[in-house]
């Protein structure tokens, strides 16, 4: 039995069978009204071919990274630089042309991966940033650095693109608050303390990872924040805009998208995360709170 305090999503048999049913699996080409806000029960490869043309304002991409790691009934292994680079680009090449002009790609990394993804990312698009966020868990290492970080590569299209500064900035606590002829300058004196909207940075200290006490918590075993996909949808798309995550997992960046206001659209192999998904989807129709994203800010970590 789990703790009082658990509130991991979690799905039972009778669920999965009602939820496997909204899935789609594409085996022929699609129009774009036939595939909007759903999830395709699919590999990435063999979707792909399917895809409308030029739908996608914004493209999430959290591939298996370059490690050994089991997802329910798929393992994925780690292997060579060279063979990673091989494999990201035979689905990332297949991908781009579902790509709008003036859209924006993220695509997630760890410290093993990242030069492969610059490497094939700038085959296609214009790379912009690496972002770099800081996983508050991870387990010690005695003979090396606790890994406790991870990477995103930031990109567009083109030169013509969207960005939001002031959806994304930062709710900072100011701890020497400095006055101009007696009053705050570029800060705002709140019931709970001193406080400054700042602008974002290319390092993100401000995420929690999902764990057992937090309602978005599955059990995909790399599961991105909440927090996390909303700094990013908010920052790189407007109202009514299609995100695709052509990894989904448990469904977070669709989950994300339909909070925000956006259209989505996800792919995931695993029927089990994919019918999550569906789970979590039907959640976010009853409230669309995203932790530490309050007063349409986002406030640093454990802070609100």
Known sequence: MPAPRNRTLTITEAEYSRYKKRLLTLRSPAILSEILNHTLLNNVLDAAEFLPEQFVDVLFIDPPYNLTKRFNADTFRATSHDAYAAWMDSWLSKLVRAVKPTASIYICGDWRSSAAIQQVAGKYFIIRN?????????????????????????????????????????????????????????????????????????????????????????????????????????????????????????????????????????????????????????HAEKGSSIQGFDDGVFWERNSR
């Open 130 to 282: 690496r972002i770099t966020w800081e996983r508050e868990k991870g387990r010690g290492a005695k003979a090396n650095w606790k890994n406790a970080s991870e990477d995103i590569w930031y990109c567009t299209m083109s030169e013509k693109f969207t960005f939001n500064l002031d959806a994304v900035k930062v709710k900072r606590k100011v701890i020497a608050p400095y006055t101009q002829n007696g009053k705050p300058k570029d800060w705002k004196k709140l019931d709970d303390g001193n406080f400054r909207l700042t602008h974002p940075s290319n390092v993100w200290t401000d995420l929690t990872v999902p764990f057992w006490s937090m309602p978005e918590n599955t059990e995909h075993p790399t599961q991105k924040p909440e927090k996390l996909v909303a700094k990013i949808i908010l920052a790189s798309s407007s109202q009514g805009d299609v995100v695709f995550d052509p990894f989904l997992g448990s469904g977070t960046t669709s989950v994300v998208a339909k909070k925000l206001g956006r259209q989505y659209v996800g792919i995931e192999i695993d029927e089990k995360f994919a019918s999550i998904s569906e789970k979590r989807l039907e």
